[in-house]
């Protein structure tokens, strides 16, 4: 704690680092890091719309109640979510389960009057739900909708099958690549930038495709802070060299990691 006069803690001081994360998504992680003496720098890769199938994800959502469990892998999917089941519904229906990837989908989930929401405790992804007491196996009979924007990994959904459930799919939203924005290169001429972060694998790939080609080369060599695994991985196949993964996948984690990074 800083005692009364003394100046404080500012362990990002002179660090300007990239958001990508879609603009209305970046409040907590920016504050975050001015109050730590930083720069962001705000780089949106993708934007959030309604859904491609509207009548396909309405119907989904109409089976609520009928379901054993409701999932929702993202603070997107959860709010985008939620307007469906809301304008179809009134209010969250009582009967099924509602399970959220990690804290930001929870909170979205509690605020909307769901007082019970299962979440892992500490890994915020597919792998971290799996581990949930009440997505073990066998889970035949039982049946769960996936709130989720259109496309993304198939993981949870056939490790579900695996064991015996049903699963359907709710693309609640749709991701599009940004048309306007800043742009990067005047965003770190001088004095440049320091490190990037990305919160899934699409906003990586399309932090490229907004990338001028004379600024892929040295962007693929900046540290770049991700949140999960899978995002790494895609990472390296795209040709970054400098990848850390945050300790949890969560604005709080990414700060953790950029605090690491700038550690002596």
Known sequence: MTEPGEPPHRPLA????????????????ATGIRSAGGQPLLFPTL??????????????????????????????????GLELIQRIFGKPPPGPAYLAVGPASSTVLVAAGINSVTRPAHQFSSEGLLALPALQAPLTDQNFLIFRGDGGREYLADQLRQRGATVTYVACYHRNLPTDGPDLALLWQNPGLDWVTANSREGL?????????????????????????????????????SIQIAPESSDAGMLAALHDLAAP
């Open 205 to 241: 790939e399309n932090l490229l495709r907004l990338t001028p080609e004379s600024l892929q080369a040295p962007l693929r060599h900046k540290t770049l802070i991700v949140l999960s695994a899978a995002v790494a991985e895609r990472a390296r196949e795209l040709g970054f060299t």
């Open 47 to 80: 934007t959030i719309g309604p859904p491609q199938d509207p009548a396909a994800a309405a119907a989904a959502t109409r089976t609520l109640p009928n379901c054993t469990g409701a999932i929702f892998i993202s603070a997107n999917a959860a709010h985008r």
């Open 14 to 29: 002179g660090r300007r680092i990239l958001i990508t994360r879609p603009a209305e998504q970046t409040a907590v992680l």
